[in-house]
Each structure stands twice: as structure tokens, then as C-alpha cells.
């Protein structure tokens, strides 16, 4: 009834008919279809553009809408690595914006109660180097905005490594740092809880080093 993989930064998630670039979604449904034209797969949700780790795709229908569900509400788990600049004042903190997207779709935060969405996400300092002044992170949402861990973190004074939209791209680890490490949610089918787990990737260990 579902499916779940590692999405890759070089690949995204699901795009429009103009994109050119090779994308999750359509990479899973050619492969799919080849085996069975009937078979379906169908987007859940997505990770930012320039991000990587765990995705989950349904298989059905009624698998679907059970997902559509968990994660509108939202009663998913969802962590993420990220390596920002600066060392957080606070070890641990849950922290709560409106954000507000522009034309240009850059994401920002915004005290416009009418036009802003609440985005709330905790964070927990797991390591630190005081030379390089950066930070890992795990960070877990309970709302899923768009770029909202990137915004949320940079208005908390901690841009993350790498971000070509709101830091710089040319710096370690070379890519956007951040990673769906972890992806936990009830089976549509089973209805018990099941758990998913990415490691995040070494380049992003190597900037400790």
C-alpha cells in the first residue's frame, strides 16, 4: 500500500511539466508502470528542493488518504539533521513563526495573523565545534511549511550550511544541509506504527572533522 525511499538532492521531489530535471514521482511511476500499466503511485509529501532523506509514496487510494491525513493533521514523526553556522544559545527550544510566501517564493517570517501560517518546529543541539562556529541539529516539525526549518532557524540567528535560497551555496558541505533522517507514522494498512530512518550523509559529518 505505500512505499518508502531516500529522495536525493539531486533529484526532486515532483515538479511541473516544463521541469526538465529527473524527478522522484515520475522516476517511481515509469518504473512501476513498466511492470503493471495499473499500478499507481501516488505523492505524499515533499522535501525542499535542495534537500535529501526519506519520502513516502501510496500505492492505493485508500492508502493515500489515510497518509493525506496523518500528515495534514499532523500526527506524523519527523526529524531532520541540519548543520547551521553558530552554536544556539539554548541546547534544546520549540519555536513557533507565522511565515508568509512571496512572489518569488522565498518564505519569510511575518506578524500578519490574516496572511501568515503557523509553523512550529523543536529543535536539539547534538554537536557542536566551537573553532568552525557551526552546530548539528535534529529538528523535528509538528507543521510542514515550506522551507520552514531554513526560516525558522535563520530568524534564531543559525543559517543553515550551504542554503542557496536565504545563506550561501558555495561553502561545506557543498549542498544544502539538511536531512530527513527520520520518518515515523501509522501503516494505512496494518494500522500499526511503523518507523523509517535515514543516516544523514557523511559530507555533513566530515565539516566536524
Known amino acids: 500500500?505505500?512505499?518508502?525511499?531516500?529522495?536525493?538532492?539531486?533529484?526532486?521531489?515532483?515538479?511541473?511539466?516544463?521541469?526538465?530535471?529527473?524527478?522522484?514521482?515520475?522516476?517511481?511511476?515509469?518504473?512501476?508502470?513498466?511492470?503493471?500499466?495499473?499500478?499507481?503511485?501516488?505523492?505524499?509529501?515533499?522535501?525542499?528542493?535542495?534537500?535529501?532523506?526519506?519520502?513516502?509514496?501510496?500505492?492505493?487510494?485508500?492508502?493515500?488518504?489515510?497518509?493525506?491525513?496523518?500528515?495534514?493533521?499532523?500526527?506524523?514523526?519527523?526529524?531532520?539533521?541540519?548543520?547551521?553556522?553558530?552554536?544556539?544559545?539554548?541546547?534544546?527550544?520549540?519555536?513557533?513563526?507565522?511565515?508568509?510566501?512571496?512572489?518569488?517564493?522565498?518564505?519569510?517570517?511575518?506578524?500578519?495573523?490574516?496572511?501568515g501560517k503557523l509553523a512550529i518546529l523543536s529543535y536539539k543541539t547534538l554537536t557542536t565545534d566551537a573553532k568552525k562556529k557551526i552546530a548539528h541539529l535534529s529538528c523535528e516539525l509538528f507543521t510542514g511549511r515550506k522551507h520552514q526549518i531554513r526560516v525558522q532557524l535563520k530568524a534564531n540567528g543559525h543559517i543553515v550550511c550551504g542554503d542557496p535560497r536565504y545563506g550561501n551555496p558555495d561553502e561545506p558541505p557543498g549542498r544544502l544541509a539538511l536531512h530527513a533522517t527520520h520518518l515515523g507514522f501509522i501503516h494505512p494498512g496494518t494500522h500499526k506504527p511503523v518507523t523509517f530512518n535515514s543516516t544523514m550523509p557523511g559530507s555533513f559529518l566530515h565539516m566536524f572533522r
Open 1 to 115: 500500500q505505500l512505499m518508502a525511499t531516500n529522495g536525493s538532492a539531486s533529484h526532486l521531489t515532483a515538479t511541473d511539466s516544463v521541469e526538465k530535471r529527473p524527478f522522484v514521482l515520475k522516476l517511481l511511476q515509469n518504473y512501476y508502470a513498466k511492470q503493471n500499466s495499473k499500478n499507481q503511485i501516488h505523492l505524499i509529501h515533499r522535501l525542499d528542493r535542495e534537500a535529501s532523506g526519506l519520502l513516502v509514496f501510496a500505492r492505493t487510494w485508500d492508502a493515500f488518504r489515510s497518509l493525506k491525513d496523518q500528515f495534514f493533521e499532523p500526527t506524523t514523526t519527523r526529524r531532520y539533521d541540519v548543520i547551521v553556522h553558530g552554536i544556539p544559545k539554548k541546547a534544546e527550544a520549540k519555536l513557533e513563526n507565522l511565515l508568509l510566501e512571496d512572489d518569488t517564493g522565498e518564505v519569510n517570517i511575518t506578524k500578519d495573523m490574516r496572511l
